[in-house]
């Protein structure tokens, strides 16, 4: 099986090395394909105002100066030979769960993925926050490989893709996993306004809300219990019940 990573946390990032790991219990023609700098936050963007370069690292290793989106597409139309079997996006540096999948290019590499029709896989690990991050690593590396095998094992419809969540405990701790659907949060991005030496202001996007609370069977509900969180996702937007109240009106 030919598996494909990429991520939003960048080539170099520490949730890289714990993706490899990861991918090479599963198989052993793994390619790396990733951002060359922290592409946290871009979505599904893709570059189109400016070149791209594209960074050789080692055999199968590449960085792209563009986003994940950019990257899987690159690697599938340009540097590889064959199509990978599966893309396996992250492991990101932090959860991807409620409405903040939406932001997330950990999530996009995974749906860029199944815009070209191969399974893929977005994986996440919560971690710690006591003045510095402190991430988990170990587990999503432990629990992931077993998680996706049964994922492979599901006859989904291609235009599903897999969001995982690991919860921020120790491997051990892990209660299992749960089916779990896309929370909601209160809006909660808030701009913070600094000054730089020269007394000139600038600007930094921060996170400053709690999710809503009773939310039973949701991805925010799973990781606060220390379950795995495993969520299926499409691409399509439509909605259905709106479309129905629309063909009750008079056009």
Not at 89 to 107: E, F, H, M
Not at 130 to 149: E, L
Not at 192 to 203: A, W
Request: aromatic letters at 8%; charged letters at 20%.
């Amino acid at each position: 099986m030919r598996i494909l990573l990429t991520n939003d946390d960048g080539f170099f990032d520490d949730g890289m090395e714990a993706m490899i790991k990861i991918a090479q219990v599963l198989s052993d023609d793994v390619w790396v394909v990733a951002p060359q700098e922290d592409q946290s936050g871009m979505a599904h963007a893709i570059t189109m105002n400016h070149p791209m370069r594209v960074t050789k690292h080692d055999e199968k290793r590449y960085s792209v100066t563009g986003t994940p989106a950019d990257c899987v597409i690159m690697a599938v139309r340009e540097l590889m030979d064959e199509k990978p079997d599966l893309i396996l996006s992250g492991v990101n540096s932090g959860t991807n769960i409620g409405d903040y999948v939406n932001y997330s290019g950990t999530v996009a590499g995974a749906m860029e993925g199944m815009h070209l029709g191969i399974r893929s896989i977005a994986l996440s690990q919560a971690y710690f926050y006591g003045g510095k991050r402190d991430v988990p690593w170990d587990t999503a590396v432990q629990h992931a490989p077993d998680v996706i095998r049964k994922l492979l094992t599901l006859d989904a419809p291609i235009s599903t893709y897999f969001n995982v969540n690991f919860p921020r405990c120790s491997a051990e701790s892990v209660t299992g996993v749960e089916i779990a659907t896309q929370g909601k949060f209160e809006h909660a991005l808030k701009m913070e306004k600094r000054h730089d030496g020269r007394g000139r202001p600038y600007y930094w996007v921060v996170f400053d809300g709690e999710p809503t609370e009773g939310q039973p069977g949701s991805d925010i509900a799973a990781i606060d219990n220390n379950k795995i969180a495993v969520t299926p996702l499409q691409m399509n937007l439509t909605d259905s019940k709106v479309v129905s109240m629309l063909n009750t009106l008079d056009w």
